[in-house]
């Protein structure tokens, strides 16, 4: 009996195998030798609990023992190194989204998502040393001191927000009661940010000189025939960097002053909007005191403008004017229950900033009989698009506004220069190179203007350039200012006062074929002032990386 049951046992656990191997047989031969499915999610939980726990115990306590503060020199250096050895397969943001790691089984990890980041730094050296068996990470053979580096700006690789729309939903808060509470409410929590914001321009663009003298930039007592105010008709302050301009109170309405100050060039200069030079204008009177800065101005200018009462929650671009209402978000301690524009899709995360930094008009207008120049009713957690479309422009005309291909004129319109860029179109965001709560560098970039686009731009990677060193792209001297990304890409020939003029936004490279078919200033006479675009246009030409064709034309 006891034989009998031993073999009857024998049996069935020798069934269960040859039932499992045929299964495992039917499953290799159901998928094949393809590369091209993705991991089951059976397959992808099992392997990624087995690469835990082969990690050896003592790596996985290892801390990194290198700087990996995000601007430190060994992030720096592991960027270096990651460009170079892992942005083929794993792309310039970590995401893998690369011609190779597509056709690999299993696909790269996204490298910035949860699996990965919730590693030990231990467990990414160990990794990174010893690669990973049966997928297409190698073992390293580099100096411990460059594997822990590496280690190190994998903690800061580029954000590049979400595509889907699916996803962008999922990040915005559900409800809608929440109100405004200003900037201060945001201090305790997010004390550092803050600090770093309230240094910013976006925080003191608008500014009472009655509590903050020291913001009216001009002497006033120095007498100017296009100066007639004094200092105590000054209700408010507006601009700094380029500009000044001073706002009248009359009741509850702003109206600017006929005089704004040139900072650059230290002089008065007239200040009045003449027909042609915005859509409002002729919808005015010809008098600034007939204009109110409440329909034209503060909407940017501040949180929550109420058209009907004329009140704002606070003067200056302040937290909720990015993130929208904040009460909820306050009285719950910190839920994620407010708009976080890095984890929205690249459209909405732009309309962030594009709101404010673009020429347009709201989609309804006049508004409750007046004509309004920033988008009514919007705030974030809302689409932009419902409420605001972008100047028009058409092609092979100059206007105030734009150039005839369609770069931008003048300033406040790097949101029209952006959404035209081939830039916008991959899903970068303007927070991919500029921080929107404060930086000590040149309008807020994440680094230094010489080294920004070195975030996801280099010789040899991905995004290009195509050459063996910027020096080989840019035909310029190592250090010089036509050497730097900006000079080319970013030529300054959008008007801000005068001849002072900021950057365009669209990262094309206007040629001197463009300069003379459709009058756009080009990057090459902007520095070589004395040349003509006939002297630059036969400079290209030796250019033997570049496309003759593309010269030729003004192609971009």
Known sequence: MTSNRALKITASVAAVIAVAIGGLYALVIWEGSSAREDAPALEANVAQWLLHYTVPAGFRAMKNPLDEQAASADVEAGHEIYTKKCEICHAYDGGGRTEIGSGQYP???????????????????????????????????????????VSAYLRHLPRVAALSPQMAAEQLPTGGAAHYVGSAACKDCHSAIYDRWKKTRMANVVQDPHTHPEAIIPDLSKPDPLVTFAKDDIALTYGSKWKQRYFKQVGDDYFVFPAQWDVTHKIWRPY????????????YPADNMQRPTGPLCDGCHSVNYDIDTKKVTEWNVGCEKCHGPGSEHVEHQGRPNIVNPAKLSYVQANDT???????GQPLANPIKGKYYDWPVG????KKLVDFWKLEDHKLGELSFTHFPDGTAHKNRMQ??????????????????????????????????????????????????????TIEAHTHHAPGSAGSECVACHMPKIEQTIADVNVRAHTFKFITPAESDALKI??????????????WAAEALKGWQDRSPWRMADGAN
């Open 107 to 149: 696909r790269p990890p996204d490298l910035r998502g949860p699996d990965v980041q919730r590693m030990s730094d231990g467990e990414l050296f160990y990794h990174l040393k010893n690669g990973i068996r049966h997928t297409g990470m190698p073992a390293w053979t580099l100096p411990d001191r460059e594997l822990w580096q």
């Open 272 to 283: 009045f909007v003449k027909n042609g030079m915005d859509w409002w204008a002729p919808l």
């Open 353 to 359: 900033c594009i709101q404010c930094h673009s020429q």
């Open 378 to 381: 919007f705030h974030m957690g």
């Open 415 to 468: 949101g029209n220069d952006f959404v035209q860029s081939l830039m916008y179109t991959r899903g970068v965001t303007c927070t991919n190179c500029h921080d929107p709560h404060g930086s000590d560098n040149e309008a807020m970039l994440i680094k230094p203007v010489k080294e920004v686009c070195a975030t996801c731009h280099g010789p040899h990677t991905q995004n290009g350039p195509h050459a063996p």
């Open 521 to 534: 200033p080009n990057a090459c006479n902007l520095c070589h002032t004395d040349k003509t675009t006939a």
